[in-house]
């Protein structure tokens, strides 16, 4: 059973950075989009970030110019968020997600997001 280990979440005052990273137990294949959404109480989850295979990259526009993704696809299956300009309403668990299309998807278990004086 395939397994993401998500790590880097925590407290942070507003203004701050975290780094937010994912990796899977195992290399995986097949990989179309590596991304990360977060789900704040009482929220939908959302779709924070993504990454492409191709290359494309998706931000949502409240993080954009203030978040940035990256991955490794070939080497083995890692993805991570660097978080810049941290404000109150970033405040969410966060999920990293693996899509493999028709060979299905794979959901971190959430790391949590503080973002607070």
């Known amino acids: 059973q395939v397994q993401l280990v998500e790590s880097g979440g925590g407290l942070v005052q507003p203004g701050g950075s975290l780094r937010l990273s994912c990796a899977a137990s195992?290399?995986?294949?097949?990989?179309?989009?590596m991304g990360w959404y977060r789900q704040a109480p009482g929220k939908e989850r959302e779709l924070v970030a993504s990454?492409?295979?191709?290359?494309?990259?998706?931000y949502a526009d409240s993080v954009l110019g203030r978040f940035f993704i990256s991955g490794d696809f070939a080497k083995s299956t890692t993805v991570s968020l660097q978080m810049h300009s941290l404000k109150a309403e970033d405040t969410a668990v966060y999920y990293c997600?693996?899509?493999?299309?028709?060979?299905?998807?794979?959901w971190g278990q959430g790391t949590q997001v503080t973002v607070s004086s």
């Open positions: 997600n693996i899509d493999r299309g028709r060979y299905g998807q794979f």
């Open positions: 195992e290399r995986l294949f097949r990989v179309n989009v």
């Open positions: 990454l492409a295979t191709d290359g494309r990259i998706h």
